[in-house]
């Protein structure tokens, strides 16, 4: 039977708007990450339209709410998601430029295209130090953008961190049960052979593994949710999502799709009649067992 991403595949390669393979020399995947520098990919869902559906990778399965300010068709809220040809190498990413509207949707739109020439490197530092200087030279009165890139490596688990400047990451832990922040420093760092690691020369960002164990789930978010109120004009916050996610009936552990839903539904309650004050984007992404139901 074939794969779930696969058919996803075919179809982002029969759309207009994914970019082509680009097939590069060498000799091919190997039997580690040192066949794996330099891939064709494909782009398979990106953008800062307005979004609320799943995703399928190979060993991740996830959701992609984004909601857009006011009445906006898109904004400066940029999520991609990447994978490689042969299905080892996927990548996560979510970019938040400041304000909103249509000229922070053009600046989005740069920031995707500067992720979309470093789909095919499993080493994140050449995609930061790009970002980095696209942020430097974006950077015009109150403009600015962060970022958060994640990398998945399907044979072993392991997952790749860099986070630009933007906020931290949700991490659910399945084997214990305990929600708690994927940082810099976090406590779950492995050392990875023939891949440098800590701070990434020519920025002020750290590229950081961990083990991303088989039920696991990330949540990645833009201030925009965070910083939303309520009728009383009282500020959600960080510890405020991560209690909405603690406090949800549905278990993290069920699929991501109805985990995030319930998170949206209960946001949306929190918030009340508040107006809506920013562009709000999440993406949930799960590890999957090997037969592709959790353990």
């Not at 399928?56 to 998601?81: K, M």
């Not at 949540?219 to 009728?231: A, F, P």
Request: with cysteine; charged share 20%; proline share 4%.
């Amino acid at each position: 039977m074939t794969p779930t991403w696969v058919t996803h595949l075919a179809r982002t390669m029969a759309r207009a708007r994914a970019p082509e393979p680009r097939e590069k020399s060498g000799d091919g995947m190997g039997k580690s990450r040192e066949g794996v520098a330099r891939l064709a990919c494909f782009e398979l869902w990106g953008g800062n339209s307005k979004a609320a559906h799943p995703i399928e990778l190979p060993g991740l399965q996830g959701w992609i709410s984004c909601t857009p300010f006011g009445h906006a068709t898109s904004g400066g809220d940029v999520h991609y998601v990447s994978v490689c040809s042969k299905g080892q190498v996927s990548r996560v990413a979510l970019a938040d430029v400041a304000g909103h509207g249509e000229f922070a949707s053009s600046v989005a739109e740069r920031l995707r295209w500067v992720l979309q020439q470093h789909t095919d490197n499993w080493d994140q530092s050449a995609l930061m130090r790009e970002l980095n200087d696209a942020f430097k030279r974006d950077v015009n009165g109150l403009q600015f953008a962060t970022a958060v890139v994640l990398g998945f490596y399907f044979g072993t688990g392991e997952l790749l961190f860099t986070n630009a400047g933007h906020l931290p990451l949700l991490w659910y832990h399945a084997k214990t049960g305990v929600w708690d922040w994927l940082e810099d420093q976090t406590p779950y760092a492995k050392k990875m052979a023939d891949l440098p690691l800590g701070l990434i020369s020519g920025t002020t960002y750290a590229q950081t593994a961990v083990e991303f164990s088989r039920g696991d789930m990330l949540l990645l978010y833009t201030d925009g949710v965070t910083e939303s109120r309520n009728e009383n004009r009282e500020e959600l916050g960080h510890e405020g999502l991560l209690a909405l996610a603690r406090g949800l009936t549905i278990s993290p552990r069920e699929e991501p799709v109805g985990f995030g839903r319930a998170l949206v539904a209960r946001l949306k309650r929190f918030q009340g009649s508040g107006a809506q004050r920013d562009d709000q984007t999440l993406v949930l992404i799960q590890r999957q067992a090997e037969n592709g139901q959790l353990d």
